[in-house]
């Protein structure tokens, strides 16, 4: 599959997920629909279409991270989380 197709293809699981979170709230999907936008990054495609796709990326995995349903000691250990892998991110 090129990837042109698995663009399409995710952007369209994007666009169904975002109308099931419109509906449920439910923080698992933010993180799903994160995940889909991490992959959209991953591909061979214009900086610019990887940039914003990383942007999507990272403001649903702060939907999910601060999602009500998630106790405040969690959300702080998810914070956690994400702030190590970002860091781990940036040494070569």
């Given at each position: 599959?090129?990837?042109?197709?698995?663009?399409?293809?995710?952007?369209?699981?994007?666009?169904?997920?975002?109308?099931?979170?419109?509906?449920?709230?439910?923080p698992?999907?933010?993180?799903?629909?994160?995940?889909?936008?991490?992959?959209?990054?991953?591909?061979?495609?214009?900086?610019?279409?990887?940039?914003?796709?990383?942007?999507?990326?990272?403001?649903?995995l702060?939907?999910?991270?601060?999602?009500?349903?998630?106790?405040?000691?969690?959300?702080?250990?998810?914070?956690?989380?994400?702030?190590?892998?970002?860091?781990?991110?940036?040494?070569?």
């Amino acid at each position: 599959m090129s990837d042109n197709d698995q663009q399409e293809v995710l952007l369209m699981a994007i666009e169904y997920l975002k109308v099931q979170y419109e509906s449920l709230q439910n923080p698992c999907i933010a993180l799903l629909i994160s995940r889909y936008y991490c992959l959209l990054s991953a591909l061979n495609i214009a900086k610019n279409k990887q940039e914003s796709y990383a942007k999507h990326s990272k403001s649903w995995l702060t939907c999910h991270i601060s999602n009500q349903k998630h106790s405040q000691k969690m959300q702080n250990h998810l914070h956690d989380i994400v702030q190590f892998h970002e860091f781990n991110s940036l040494i070569p």
